[in-house]
């Protein structure tokens, strides 16, 4: 795992191949290395990039002065692509991770050129109550399951 620094903090990401940028976000309780043998099957013709968000796998705890939230994941993915990437990226979240690329989109849209989400977990998404009428059929559902 590489490491850069974000804020003056320690983030680690694993990087592989050349082309076109893909970030890999990993679920909750898991890190970059979720990715591995995703990031095998893609190097050929991409550049992947798989960092460990905030307090997972070799990425400092959170500090902040705050609850870490999943924007202050998005801006620690925002660092992670201004720092490696040339070009708009291809970004894929997996259910923790799938929240942060979302918060990834609404603070810096033109940084991402497509975006899959897989089990994304709703409720992060749903803080700002102004939100809920984007989301309103999915947020019925998140919230028979609650």
């Known amino acids: 795992m590489a490491e850069m620094s974000i804020e003056g903090r320690r983030v680690s ?6 082309g076109a940028p893909v970030v890999l976000l990993h679920a909750g309780a898991g890190s970059g290395k979720q990715w591995l043998k995703t ?6 013709r991409f550049q992947v990039i798989a960092p ?3 307090g997972f796998g ?5 500090s902040g002065e705050h609850e870490l939230t999943h924007d202050d994941q998005a801006l620690l993915v925002v ?6 990437c040339k070009e708009p990226v291809h970004i894929v979240g997996h259910s923790y991770g799938g929240a942060t690329a979302v ?3 609404l603070q810096k849209r033109e940084l991402v050129r497509t975006a899959v989400v897989i ?10 109550e102004s939100e809920e009428y984007r989301i309103g059929e999915y947020f019925d559902m998140a919230k028979g399951f609650v």
């Open 79 to 84: 660092g992670v692509i201004e720092h490696l």
């Open 13 to 18: 990401y694993f990087e592989c191949g050349s």
């Open 39 to 44: 990031a095998r099957l893609l190097e050929a």
């Open 58 to 62: 070799g990425t400092e705890k959170w």
């Open 52 to 54: 460990d968000l905030w």
């Open 103 to 105: 918060r990834v989109i």
């Open 119 to 128: 089990s994304l977990i709703l409720s992060p998404l749903l803080a700002h």
